[in-house]
């Protein structure tokens, strides 16, 4: 059982208790917040995560409304670890990306892996525009999408800043995964190209060719020796769980010795710019 699943039934249990010490049974509960039974259940066994609104409710129903901030501080810690895209985007991309570049500035090195897309501080502004397009549709999230590209361009300037370093490995895949028009793909394997070999950036691209360690698995991104963020599709989970931290590290190392870098690297580049044609 993962810490995430474990927090979210201790809180379910806190909740059973507050019902039970009110002498109300779940449907008498439900009734008096105007839920699904259900919706009861489920919170109570840790199958449903609550809502801020949702803890507010219950605090007050059961007659215990100062314990709120209380339940809050236990959903706030629960989040930390699993934030569901449906919450994280409720304000829109931006506020997302503002993150993001609060955890990149806290960090001194920074490895992505990407199997799938090329990671966002290494997009130009219309590549990066067409995945949050695509990611808002999917989530029916706020269309801030310009103000949250800006975003995502501040981001990079951690890029050029002295003492930081940034190690990026992607898969050939990610090169030619056609998430945009072939123009707008074009320029930003130029501008993939032209990253390779600045100081502060270390890329590596694991070819079609390559004998693979161990399947591609899902991207990930490890902050110093820390934290681990994972996006799946429907939340971001945040491990900092030293064992995990360490798991991810070795994969890292792995996927690490089956990547080209330097020239080699830019030749994958290119070989994938010259298969759009002249775009």
């Given at each position: 059982m993962s810490d995430f699943q474990r927090a979210r039934e201790a809180l379910g249990v806190r909740l059973q208790q507050l019902r039970g010490d009110a002498g109300l049974t779940g449907r008498a509960l439900a009734a008096r917040l105007g839920w699904p039974h259900s919706k009861i259940s489920k919170l109570e066994n840790g199958r449903q995560t609550a809502t801020p609104h949702d803890l507010t409710a219950w605090a007050g129903a059961t007659g215990h409304p100062a314990l709120s901030a209380s339940l809050q501080a236990d959903l706030s810690t629960l989040e930390t670890h699993y934030r569901s895209w449906r919450r994280r985007l409720a304000s829109g991309h931006q506020p997302a990306q503002q993150e993001a570049g609060a955890?990149?500035?806290?960090?001194?090195?920074?490895?992505a892996y990407e199997p799938n897309v090329v990671p966002g501080m290494l997009q130009t502004p219309d590549y990066a525009r067409h995945v949050l397009l695509a990611s808002a549709a999917l989530h029916q999230s706020p269309r801030d999408t310009d103000d949250a590209v800006r975003e995502r361009m501040r981001r990079q300037e951690l890029l050029y800043a002295p003492g930081r370093h940034f190690r990026f490995i992607l898969w050939e895949g990610a090169l030619r995964a056609r998430v945009c028009p072939p123009g707008v793909l074009a320029s930003q394997l130029d501008?993939?190209?032209?990253?390779?070999?600045?100081?502060?950036?270390?890329?590596g691209v694991i070819p079609f060719s390559a004998d693979l360690p161990l399947t591609l698995r899902h991207g990930f991104w490890i902050h110093d020796q820390s934290y681990v963020t994972v996006e799946t599709i429907n939340a971001a989970l945040h491990l900092d769980d030293q064992a995990d931290v360490a798991l991810y590290l070795r994969a890292w190392g792995m996927y690490e010795q089956t990547a080209a870098t330097d020239a080699e690297a830019r030749r994958i580049i290119v070989a994938a710019r010259h298969s759009l044609g002249a775009t």
């Open positions: 955890q990149e500035r806290s960090a001194q090195v920074v490895r501008r993939l190209s032209g990253l390779v070999g600045l100081d502060t950036v270390r890329i």
